[in-house]
């Protein structure tokens, strides 16, 4: 977390909750995806919803920080469903041991040559089902 993240209660602003989402996914859709030899995705995909459920506020306490390493969080996340031409991707948001939000964003792959969404591919489809986690498992 980032000191500029506070709104001003102190609390990390909930826009900013979609900014921590966005860089866990990131790592996994561009630096996971090209380890495993995907790059498509870094090629286009855009954002068709985002659905985030805030259950308790996250502050920046100067005692969680360090010299070297301000506060941070943990955000674990998944794949929750793979379809055609769309893909959705669940979040978690913990601070500490402490649940602090949950979130969803369906993602569109896209080729921005042709201007328009596209299918996945075989090999991104391949990418994405070990990342996929039953719906019973994830609110479990």
Do not use: C, K
């Not at 506070?6 to 860089?23: I, M, P, S």
């Not at 068709?48 to 943990?74: F, I, K, N």
């Not at 379809?83 to 402490?98: H, I, K, N, Q």
Request: net charge negative.
């Amino acid at each position: 977390m980032r000191w500029s993240d506070l709104d001003a209660y102190g609390h990390v602003n909930n826009a900013r909750f979609l900014t921590l989402y966005e860089e866990a996914r990131v790592a996994l859709m561009f630096s996971g995806g090209r380890a495993w030899g995907v790059g498509s995705f870094a090629d286009g995909v855009l954002i068709h919803r985002h659905e985030v459920d805030y259950l308790r506020p996250v502050d920046y306490r100067m005692g969680r920080s360090t010299a070297d390493q301000a506060p941070t969080v943990r955000i674990e996340l998944w794949i929750e469903q793979v379809r055609p031409s769309r893909f959705t991707v669940a979040y978690e948001m913990f601070d500490g041991d402490l649940l602090v939000s949950r979130a969803r964003s369906v993602l569109v792959p896209f080729d921005l040559e042709q201007g328009r969404p596209r299918r996945l591919t075989e090999t991104e489809r391949a990418f994405l089902l070990p990342y996929v986690r039953p719906a019973d498992a994830a609110e479990a």
